[in-house]
């Protein structure tokens, strides 16, 4: 299994990225990101048919994950984007529904990340 994250960059506060992840699975999606010195963190994940979606209160209004599956690509467009939304952005692949999807440890497979670094 290989998920390959991309998109990362510098951007000014208030300005959009998207990242995008291939994945060679085609499974419930997440994306979490991870600032020095914090724990991993939850932002997005989407189910296998794309119809469901899920966010972190802090991301909400200002993200959108969503999925190509003839492609198998999952993308995540950040708008809006603020200096606290620096980190390294992890796209992030399970196959059971048993737990929460906003736990890391939920996931079996995991992309290398991809840096996003906000200035103010």
């Known amino acids: 299994v290989q998920l390959q994250a991309s998109g990362g960059g510098l951007v000014q506060a208030g300005g959009s990225l998207r990242l995008s992840c291939a994945a060679s699975?085609?499974?419930?999606m997440g994306w979490f990101r991870q600032a020095p010195g914090k724990e991993r963190e939850f932002v997005a994940a989407?189910?296998?048919?794309?119809?469901?979606?899920y966010y972190a209160d802090s991301v909400k209004g200002r993200f959108n994950i969503s999925r190509d599956n003839a492609r198998n690509t999952v993308s995540l467009q950040m708008n809006s984007l603020k200096p606290e939304d620096t980190a390294v952005y992890y796209c992030?692949?399970?196959?059971?529904?048993?737990?929460?999807?906003?736990?890391?440890?939920?996931?079996?497979?995991w992309g290398q990340g991809t840096k996003v670094t906000v200035s103010s």
């Open positions: 989407i189910n296998w048919g794309g119809d469901r979606t």
């Open positions: 699975i085609r499974t419930f």
């Open positions: 992030a692949a399970r196959y059971s529904l048993s737990g929460a999807y906003y736990y890391p440890r939920e996931y079996n497979y």
